[in-house]
């Protein structure tokens, strides 16, 4: 049984950067297309970002050349380092295969961006 769990959100002034994990309890993780999602307060949840198996990436218009999604197929790892963050991109970030898969949400990270 896969799961994923998020860490590394929290409290951030514009402009800062931040650097969340998801970590993977099974090696099949490996062989996932995985994303990056969000919902911000009153929203719908968006994918923000997807990395294939091997390593290819896509991003929303809103934030390339901000955040940088990667894996780590070793640790059974992935990430996403957010940079020049703004208020908007204040939500709870989930890790999710990509499409995502009903059972594999977690309870994601809260991130904050705000002075």
């Known amino acids: 049984q896969v799961q994923f769990v998020e860490s590394g959100g929290g409290l951030v002034q514009p402009g800062g950067s931040l650097r969340l994990s998801c970590a993977a309890s099974g090696s099949i993780f490996i062989i996932y297309t995985m994303g990056w999602y969000r919902q911000a307060p009153g929203k719908q949840r968006e994918l923000v970002a997807m990395?294939?198996?091997?390593?290819?990436?896509n991003y929303v218009d809103s934030v390339k050349g901000r955040f940088t999604i990667s894996r780590d197929n070793a640790k059974i790892s992935m990430y996403l380092q957010m940079d020049s963050l703004k208020p908007e991109d204040t939500a709870v970030y989930y890790c999710?295969?990509?499409?995502?898969?009903?059972?594999?949400w977690g309870q994601g990270t809260q991130v904050t961006v705000s002075s």
């Open positions: 990395i294939t198996s091997s390593g290819s990436t």
């Open positions: 999710n295969t990509n499409p995502p898969t009903l059972k594999f």
